[in-house]
Nanobody
Framework: QVQLAESGGGLVQAGGSLRLSCAAS????????MGWYRQAPGKQRELVAN?????????ADSVKGRFTIYRSRDNAKITMYLQMNSLKPEDTAVYYC?????????WGQGTQVTVSS
């Protein structure tokens, strides 16, 4: 079992910044990849960025150069971050963190990010 706790969403003006956090606790030793997805109203959920246990990162083309994914770890938890800079109105969505191993994946509850023009 893995527990996920997301935080950091909110309302920001275009051009501003936000940082999302996702703390994973429980059976964290099996995690292979952690990532952020987002879903805007009327659209499908899409990958924003992910990071593997080895530290490799992958970004959607729409966020490259503006968003950075990284993580920190202590004995009890892994915390994943998404630093979002130069935000645009089209970044408005519910952002979900997810973690996966070879055998399972878990999703966070989602956090709303709203970018006003």
């Amino acid at each position: 079992q893995v527990q996920l706790a997301e935080s950091g969403g909110g309302l920001v003006q275009a051009g501003g910044s936000l940082r999302l956090s996702c703390a994973a606790s429980g059976t964290i030793s099996s995690i292979n990849v952690m990532g952020w997805y987002r879903q805007a109203p009327g659209k499908q959920r899409e990958l924003v960025a992910n990071i593997t246990s080895g530290g490799s990162t992958n970004y959607a083309d729409s966020v490259k150069g503006r968003f950075t994914i990284y993580r920190s770890r202590d004995n009890a938890k892994i915390t994943m971050y998404l630093q979002m800079n130069s935000l645009k109105p089209e970044d408005t969505a519910v952002y979900y963190c997810t973690v996966a191993s070879r055998w399972w994946n878990y999703w966070g509850q989602g956090t709303q990010v709203t970018v006003s023009s």
